[in-house]
């Protein structure tokens, strides 16, 4: 027999809610150096270059956390593209999901 008393629940009342931000990035393909490059296809002006996927993603996902909470703190609707931006031959996209 089990003794334990159930949880107790929680409402969405009693949670605040954490912005959740899609972030989507064009990746160019390594040139002759290996580095590459990347911009944001649905906020434009935000771009990153480094030698690996990784160092390019995580430089991008800073400025756009960023400017997310510029564009909150300023109580001002982001200016998303739409459509986004698609990726040119040779390109790959990722998605990032952005908390504040």
Do not use: W
């Not at 290996?34 to 911009?39: D, F, I």
């Amino acid at each position: 027999m089990n003794n334990q008393k159930p949880l107790p629940l929680i409402s969405t009342s009693d949670c605040s809610p954490v912005p959740v931000f899609n972030c989507q990035v064009i990746l160019s393909k390594p040139d002759d150096a290996g580095k590459r490059t990347g911009r944001v296809a649905n906020l434009a002006g935000i771009t990153a270059e480094g030698h690996s996927e990784r160092d390019v993603l995580s430089s991008i996902k800073k400025q756009f956390k960023a400017a997310m909470q510029e564009y909150a703190k300023a109580q001002q609707a982001a200016p998303f593209l739409d459509p986004p931006e698609l990726p040119q031959p040779g390109e790959v996209e990722r998605f990032l999901p952005v908390h504040l």
